[in-house]
């Protein structure tokens, strides 16, 4: 038996919508881009949607729609993908990383408060796992900081506070007191790459709650000048008779989503709650299994949140590094895939380089240690878990 860490779910119907699109000469952005954008403003209940080429793109475009660069800081948390981080070193401004609490793979939101200063200008929350942070506290805590301030554009100064632009890859579905992930933080950029929950190939998309005094369809053709060389026409527009003409309002980026890629988003979303109850059903069983064990694995479920059930967790309580390695190896000698997530970002040389120190940030590192992540999609079968977890059981008791 043989278990891949997470193959996307493809089916026929995906398949069949993306022929349709092939055959229907339209394959860049276009009709069924739109329409995934609109099936996915609906989902998470806001007004608009934008589709990107990538996370990373919607959150480096809603960055410079903010205005935030050189001169400005921007705060994340240390256990998370560089992409959380990177792009804030693209705008130009100074990234901030504030450690985990302790047995917390979220920020320590005491640290996160103390690190506000009057350049700070936005906060990228990690909702790691699909987990939702604890977005009532970040909002607390930025009200309380407002004095401190200082807007340097209109949108900056319409919402009047450090912003949070929430990064929440893995968190397409995820709850937070009834409210789904996309309409809760000030903005929400999402992950649809190969191995998220809902897939098209690569892509992401920003959402954002409505803002007092900018209107929403503005800033939705601010993220397609921006995502489209600042053309002011797109191609789906300039298909108009006549309408040929356009212009280019400033010298802006490549990183728009194609129909090809839309075609797949469009059946994945229809697809959707039958792939997060799915992963419910095997969070339950594995949380089942490892009750009573030498484990601590990450909650998805609880007062006032559910999780998209992008990742199971376990740390491998009392371990090191090297335990967890070789746990790793083992499960790969039965053909089990497994991983980790993620190397705390201080240990990357990345960002070693700009000065960020592994042991400013102990418990990120105490996370990372014994953190193993197990299987977890919607290809695997009852029989793979069943043989999943009883490998795990075996190895835990050698």
């Not at 729609?65 to 990177?86: M, Q």
Request: proline share 4%; aromatic share 10%.
């Amino acid at each position: 038996m043989k278990i891949p860490f997470s193959p996307p779910d493809i089916g026929e119907e995906e398949i069949a919508e993306v022929v349709d699109t092939l055959k229907s000469g339209w394959i860049t952005t276009g009709p069924k881009t739109k329409r995934f954008e609109e099936a996915l403003s609906v989902y998470c209940g806001t007004k608009r949607t934008a589709c990107l080429n990538s996370a990373t793109a919607a959150a480096e475009m809603t960055l410079r729609l903010l205005g935030i660069g050189p001169g400005d800081e921007v705060i994340t948390c240390a256990y998370t993908y560089t992409a959380s981080a990177s792009v804030v070193c693209h705008v130009g401004a100074q990234l901030v990383m504030v450690d985990t609490a302790k047995d917390s793979f979220q920020m320590d939101y005491d640290r996160l408060e103390a690190a506000i200063t009057e350049k700070t200008k936005a906060i990228v929350p990690v909702d790691l796992g699909g987990v939702p942070c604890d977005y009532d506290r970040i909002y607390e805590i930025v009200e309380r900081k407002r004095a401190l301030f200082r807007p340097a554009n209109a949108l900056q100064e319409a919402i009047g506070r450090v912003i949070i632009l929430a990064d929440a890859a893995h968190a397409l579905g995820a709850e937070y007191h009834g409210k789904r992930v996309g309409s809760i933080a000030d903005f929400t950029t999402f992950s649809f790459h190969a191995v998220k929950n809902l897939t098209t190939g690569e892509g992401g998309a920003a959402t954002w709650r409505e803002i007092p005094g900018v209107d929403s369809d503005s800033l939705y053709q601010q993220y397609m000048l921006l995502s489209l060389h600042g053309q002011n026409k797109d191609a789906l527009a300039k298909t108009k008779l006549g309408a040929w003409e356009y212009d280019i309002v400033e010298p802006y980026f490549k990183c728009n989503m194609t129909d090809i890629m839309a075609s797949l988003g469009l059946v994945q979303l229809r697809r959707y709650p039958g792939l997060l109850a799915r992963r419910q059903e095997l969070i339950a069983r594995y949380d089942a299994a490892f009750a009573g064990e030498a484990v601590q694995s990450l909650a998805h479920r609880g007062e006032g949140f559910l999780s998209s059930g992008h990742l199971y967790l376990m740390r491998l309580l009392g371990k090191d590094a090297a335990y967890r390695n070789r746990f790793i190896e083992r499960l790969a000698e039965r053909n089990i895939a497994a991983n980790v997530h993620y190397k705390p970002m201080p240990l990357l040389s990345a960002y070693r380089k700009r000065g960020f120190r592994i042991e400013d940030y102990p418990n990120a590192y105490a996370m990372f240690e014994n953190e193993v992540s197990l299987p977890l999609h919607t290809c695997l079968t009852d029989e793979q878990a069943d043989y999943l977890l009883h490998t795990c059981l075996e190895l835990l008791h050698e």
